[in-house]
């Protein structure tokens, strides 16, 4: 049974950068209201104002600003329908799952749980589908056949890294060539999220039968993160024009239940030769569409192609909240 009630929300993490983001689209958004904040005991009993560093180009909104941060205890949490989690991996553990043994629906932007098989990785604008581990999208994956092989390079900002992040004499004037750890989490994650689910609907089953190779670099961008991306597909591939025609009429059923942070266009397609560039791209529809640009042949594989992507939105904040509103209108969210 659907909701569409307006569901308490609580941002765990609020502090923090991902914290910081999901502040401002929650109060954006017409089927949540911001009940609590939490943080760490040093910011505990202090209003938000006072605990927070606001580092978001928006100003921090004035619902917000004398909300007294709690510490992340289930317990100081009654009343809220739903729990945003920025926390990072360091604390994200053990704390998410408190939450979750309490009853809270937990949506998170942390690593801990994302290969549990009982945990759907979703992006809200891919695989919802995952959700029938919980209580479909997969036509435009599925038109051309499978996909074999992959090679992605990743040119990733430094929001990605939180706050204070890469040292500026760093990244200034720099790439620095390793993210620890993310070029394994990538490639197992892309195949989780491809996957399916198991007959019973009991856990995720990670796709078997592709090769992703990843190379990721931190590169001095602030928001948007950039991937050089060549696919080799197991089949006849398709044409250019038949991928960019795939891509542009790529919907998701988040869009079909009228759920507030879902694009009106999932994936922009730019015919134009020097795009997507962060500065330029990163906040096509509102943050939460893809912009993919370059679809030209691969003499290696079958194509090859840039996209960008808003990592702090629909990479972190925007995709949980999407989660939440696709979980509610389901009736995930009781």
Same mark, same amino acid.
């Given at each position: 049974?659907?909701?569409?009630?307006?569901?308490?929300?609580?941002?765990?993490?609020? @502090?923090? $950068?991902?914290?910081?983001?999901?502040?401002?689209?929650? =109060?954006? /958004?017409?089927?949540?209201?911001?009940?609590?904040?939490?943080?760490?005991?040093?910011?505990?009993?202090?209003?938000?104002?006072?605990?927070?560093?606001?580092?978001?180009?928006?100003?921090?909104?004035?619902?917000?600003?004398?909300?007294?941060?709690?510490?992340?205890?289930? !317990?100081?949490?009654?009343?809220?329908?739903?729990?945003?989690?920025?926390?990072?991996?360091?604390?994200?553990?053990?704390?998410?799952?408190?939450?979750?043994?309490?009853?809270?629906?937990?949506?998170?932007?942390?690593?801990?749980?994302?290969?549990?098989?009982?945990?759907?990785?979703?992006?809200?604008?891919?695989? $919802?589908?995952?959700? +029938?581990?919980? +209580?479909?999208?997969? !036509? &435009?994956?599925?038109?051309?056949?499978?996909?074999? %092989?992959?090679?992605?390079? @990743?040119?990733?900002?430094?929001?990605?890294?939180?706050?204070?992040?890469? &040292?500026?004499?760093?990244?200034?004037?720099?790439?620095?060539?390793?993210?620890?750890?993310?070029?394994?989490?990538?490639? +197992?994650?892309?195949?989780?999220?491809?996957?399916?689910?198991? #007959?019973?609907? #009991?856990?995720?089953?990670?796709?078997?039968?592709?090769?992703?190779?990843?190379?990721?670099?931190?590169?001095?961008?602030?928001?948007?993160?950039?991937?050089?991306?060549?696919?080799?597909?197991?089949?006849?591939?398709? #044409?250019?024009?038949?991928?960019?025609?795939?891509? %542009?009429?790529? @919907?998701?059923? !988040?869009?079909?239940?009228?759920?507030?942070?879902?694009?009106?266009?999932?994936?922009?397609?730019?015919?134009?030769?020097?795009?997507?560039?962060?500065?330029?791209?990163? /906040?096509?529809?509102?943050?939460? =569409?893809? @912009?993919?640009? %370059?679809? %030209?042949?691969?003499?290696?594989?079958?194509?090859?192609? $840039?996209?960008?992507?808003?990592?702090?939105?629909?990479?972190?904040?925007? !995709?949980?909240?999407?989660?939440?509103?696709?979980?509610?209108?389901?009736?995930?969210?009781?």
């Amino acid at each position: 049974m659907s909701s569409n009630r307006v569901l308490n929300a609580a941002v765990l993490g609020a @502090t923090g $950068t991902v914290g910081q983001r999901f502040i401002v689209l929650l =109060s954006q /958004n017409p089927m949540f209201k911001i009940h609590s904040l939490g943080a760490s005991e040093r910011s505990a009993g202090k209003p938000y104002a006072q605990a927070t560093r606001w580092k978001m180009s928006e100003q921090m909104p004035e619902n917000v600003r004398n909300i007294v941060v709690k510490s992340c205890d289930p !317990a100081l949490y009654e009343g809220c329908d739903v729990v945003f989690s920025g926390l990072d991996a360091s604390v994200a553990g053990d704390v998410e799952k408190a939450f979750l043994e309490s009853e809270f629906a937990v949506f998170s932007n942390a690593k801990n749980y994302r290969m549990a098989e009982d945990v759907p990785l979703c992006v809200p604008v891919v695989n $919802t589908d995952h959700y +029938a581990v919980v +209580a479909a999208q997969r !036509a &435009a994956r599925d038109k051309f056949g499978p996909i074999s %092989r992959v090679i992605v390079t @990743t040119l990733q900002a430094v929001s990605g890294a939180g706050y204070p992040g890469v &040292a500026s004499l760093d990244i200034l004037d720099n790439i620095v060539p390793l993210i620890s750890g993310e070029e394994p989490k990538m490639e +197992a994650e892309v195949l989780k999220i491809l996957g399916g689910v198991s #007959s019973d609907a #009991s856990v995720c089953s990670p796709l078997q039968d592709l090769r992703v190779s990843a190379t990721c670099n931190r590169v001095p961008v602030v928001d948007g993160h950039t991937e050089c991306v060549s696919l080799e597909f197991a089949g006849e591939p398709p #044409s250019i024009d038949a991928i960019k025609q795939c891509l %542009r009429e790529y @919907t998701c059923e !988040a869009q079909d239940l009228g759920c507030f942070s879902a694009p009106a266009q999932v994936i922009n397609v730019s015919e134009e030769e020097d795009r997507p560039q962060p500065r330029l791209d990163r /906040n096509a529809g509102a943050g939460m =569409s893809v @912009t993919v640009g %370059r679809i %030209r042949p691969c003499p290696v594989f079958h194509v090859r192609f $840039t996209l960008l992507v808003h990592n702090t939105i629909l990479g972190a904040a925007g !995709a949980s909240i999407l989660n939440a509103e696709y979980a509610a209108k389901k009736g995930y969210i009781v």
